[in-house]
């Protein structure tokens, strides 16, 4: 068996992916009016970076297991359903893969806790940086189920944070939980905490 990472011959990572993985602390982000704890595994880099690449573009499973059995142990307690954070369906069918779900599966299959697909990303929606875009809630995503009382939703990467708060939003919330496999480190905390008192 290989690494999930690198493909070296030592499974599940080889020693040097090992020692490139850094866990990533929660966080707290003001975006868009939603408060939102992110709570990822890992920070964005190293093999955790290819572990999400493998899941994304390779549509690796064993990637979708390692990643996903770890976010299975930061699920807060009291979360009553898994909503993953959709993909837009031109990307879907370009990498054969909705990670998001996929990951929420495998979360759902360790903790019990059902998967809610209650979000579809609108096909036309861009995410391109257009003037007044911290000013209006953007909705790029469509509610298609009722939520559930507690839901946490489910992402592969945390980056700026905005795509999850939209679909924060789009359930109705004000404040949220993420759970999210990679966050992208420390830039992405002062952009946060920066747009926060603008937009709130
Ligand atoms: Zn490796």
């Known amino acids: ?49 290819r572990l999400v690449h493998n899941l994304k573009y390779r549509r690796s499973m064993a990637a979708a297991r390692l990643l996903g ?16 954070v959709p993909r837009v369906l031109a990307r879907r069918i370009a990498y054969g893969i909705d990670q998001t779900g996929v990951l929420a599966e495998v979360v759902s299959s360790i903790t019990g806790i059902p998967v809610r697909q209650a979000l579809r990303a609108k096909p036309w929606a861009r995410r391109s940086a257009g003037k ?14 009722t939520p559930s009382h507690s839901p946490v939703l489910v992402d592969d990467v ?9 679909a924060a939003i789009a359930l109705g919330r004000s404040t949220a939980s993420a759970l999210v496999a990679t966050s992208a480190g420390s830039m992405e905390q002062r952009t946060g905490g920066f747009q926060a008192r603008g937009v709130a």
Do not use: K, W
């Not at 770890?70 to 009291?78: I, K, N, S, Y």
């Not at 007044?132 to 189920?145: D, H, K, Q």
């Open 1 to 49: 068996m290989l690494c999930v990472a690198c493909a070296a011959n030592s499974y599940p990572l080889c020693h040097e992916c090992e020692q490139s993985l850094s866990l990533a602390s929660d966080r707290t982000l003001q975006l868009r009016g939603v408060q939102l704890s992110v709570i990822p595994v890992f920070a964005h880099r190293g093999a955790a970076a």
């Open 69 to 84: 059995s770890l976010m299975a142990e930061r699920v807060p307690p009291g979360t009553d359903s898994l909503v993953p």
């Open 132 to 145: 007044n875009r911290s000013e209006r809630p953007r909705t790029e995503f469509a509610l298609i189920l």
């Open 158 to 166: 945390c980056t700026t944070g905005g795509t999850i708060a939209g």
